[in-house]
């Protein structure tokens, strides 16, 4: 036996375990001791929790119980690096398989770790040995790039872990990869223990019906960048940060590169500390700018996917969702970045500005892990598509448009309940824009002096205008943009010809008494 498998042997980690990691572990090495050599388990413990702790202490008790090699397999250089550290810590002499690796030493090692695609190329080009591997860990096991070198580990026992156990891919679905799933603890017990900070969430009323899915069944790079980077959205952006957040540490999460480089520029023109991080950067000018968010207290980072996974930074306190997702994994691991615990920090903040609270639930809400990986067809067929969520939308008076109209009880109109009360009373839905301009009309009569004053008004209606014929044209099933665009312009004439018509009655009606002359 070489010097290096003994001292792994030997070592023995000064690392504290949790109970509930203990008893993973437990449960896992039951599953290796009384199933099939070649059995596949996948394990589920939430982003926070502890997973690569939990492999690492068994990749160390396997070496020292076991006279085969250990071989753990990642998806991204910087988790590969982080693992490689972690079983370090555990005593665990590693071997890194990357694309600079030297592999004359790696009969000295009983442990590996290597990205996904590097170990592919090294395995076809015979440069590896694996034939005396007896456990292969997969970490963030719902990609599906690992499962093309399943076929190399036909004689392994092979451990998945993953927070999300739904595949990226709906056609390959995790349950044809792997024979059972174990769960560990609930976001939910983790945060009552003192493990994981509460997430209180801030979801604004998004229209996203631009949106477009393509090949991989999220929303298109393309279609996001339209809608995210206009500027108005830029704003809302902008101010949801500034009424929720202003003075915390924040990380936005975008769909698209151009996006977050306008999420820059908006936020450094509104005079906020702020940088963006992508793919495309150094090494150099990734570290620079993670050091940067790290000792900045009121830092803003603006980002594209990239810290996702393998990303640690305690001292977050908002995450901001600027972007919308089909994928429960991905709102998972987003959300997931705030959540790690630091001193006195007991929640964290999310602004959802992609309809994902409707779309997924509460982060850390009390989700079948079971079902879905048995049925993940049944349930990716019941999320809410984002016509339905948008139909539930109860659009109101902005906040700063409301302050023109605080002597107004109710700036609501429910125009959906309009247009079925009248086809039930059958009558004509014309009726429909006849009572939301008479609304309209009340409420800038409510709040002014004069029919000048009501006029003026009525042009800060314009977005709600909008919002209310696009919730009619589609109870009357007509949407063309011209007739989209009429049906606006008319009602806004509409609307300041019954000013100057009925504001003297109206105005008396409401007050009790006429309008100054």
Avoid at 1 to 9: G, L
Avoid at 201 to 209: E, P, S
Avoid at 489 to 495: E, G, H, I, M, S
Wanted: glycine share 4%.
């Amino acid at each position: 036996m070489s010097e290096t498998k003994q001292a792994v042997q030997e070592k023995k980690t000064d690392k504290e375990l949790y109970d509930y990691q203990q008893g993973a572990i437990s449960q896992i090495f039951e599953k290796f001791d009384n199933a099939p050599d070649d059995y596949h388990l996948l394990y589920q413990l939430p982003t926070g929790g502890g997973k690569t702790v939990i492999f690492s202490e068994m990749v160390r008790q396997y070496l020292k119980n076991h006279n085969k090699k250990v071989l753990v397999m990642t998806h991204r250089v910087e988790l590969c690096n982080q693992t490689s550290k972690m079983l370090t810590s555990f005593g665990v002499a590693n071997k890194v398989v990357n694309s600079k690796a030297n592999l004359d030493d790696q009969a000295d090692y009983s442990c590996f770790v290597a990205m996904v695609e590097t170990l592919n190329n090294r395995l076809n080009d015979n440069k590896l040995d694996i034939s005396d591997v007896g456990l292969v860990i997969i970490d963030e096991a719902h990609y599906n790039s690992f499962t093309k070198l399943f076929k190399f580990f036909e004689n392994s026992f092979i451990l998945g872990v993953t927070a999300t156990p739904l595949s990226s891919n709906k056609e390959l679905p995790m349950k044809g990869n792997y024979n059972e799933l174990i769960t560990g603890e609930t976001i939910e017990s983790l945060i009552e223990n003192e493990f994981l900070a509460r997430c209180e969430t801030y979801a604004y009323d998004m229209g996203l019906t631009s949106l477009e899915v393509g090949s991989n069944g999220d929303y298109t790079v393309k279609s996001s960048e339209d809608l995210y980077s206009s500027p108005a959205m830029l704003q809302k952006t902008v101010d949801a940060y500034k009424k929720h957040s202003l003075g915390k540490k924040t990380l936005i999460f975008n769909n698209g590169i151009n996006t977050s480089i306008s999420v820059y520029y908006a936020f450094r023109e509104a005079g906020l500390p702020i940088m963006h991080l992508d793919n495309t950067a150094t090494k150099k000018q990734r570290k620079q700018i993670l050091d940067w968010f790290h000792e900045t207290p009121n830092a803003i980072l603006t980002s594209v996917s990239i810290l996702t996974t393998g990303f640690d930074e305690p001292t977050i306190d908002t995450i901001i969702l600027n972007r919308a997702t089909k994928s429960l994994t991905l709102y998972y691991q987003m959300i997931g970045r705030g959540s790690r615990i630091l001193n006195n920090k007991e929640k964290f903040t999310v602004i959802d500005l992609g309809n994902n609270l409707y779309r997924f639930g509460p982060w850390g809400a009390d989700l079948d892990w079971q079902l879905i990986f048995k049925s993940p067809n049944w349930y990716a067929d019941r999320i809410k598509s984002d016509e339905a969520i948008e139909a539930d939308f109860k659009h109101d008076l902005s906040d700063d448009i409301k302050d023109e109209f605080s002597k107004s009880e109710n700036t609501y109109f429910d125009i959906r309940q309009t247009y079925k009360d009248a086809v039930a009373a059958g009558e004509s839905s014309k009726v429909v824009l006849e009572r939301s301009i008479e609304h309209h009309a009340k409420i800038c009569i409510e709040n002014s002096e004069d029919v000048y004053d009501a006029i003026a008004l009525a042009k800060l209606l314009k977005e709600d205008i909008n919002q209310r014929i696009e919730v009619y044209a589609k109870c009357i099933s007509k949407s063309t943009y011209n007739f989209l665009k009429w049906l606006k312009d008319d009602y806004q004439k509409k609307l300041n010809s019954y000013l100057r018509t009925n504001f003297d009655e109206k105005f008396e009606e409401i007050h009790g008494y006429p309008p100054e002359e």
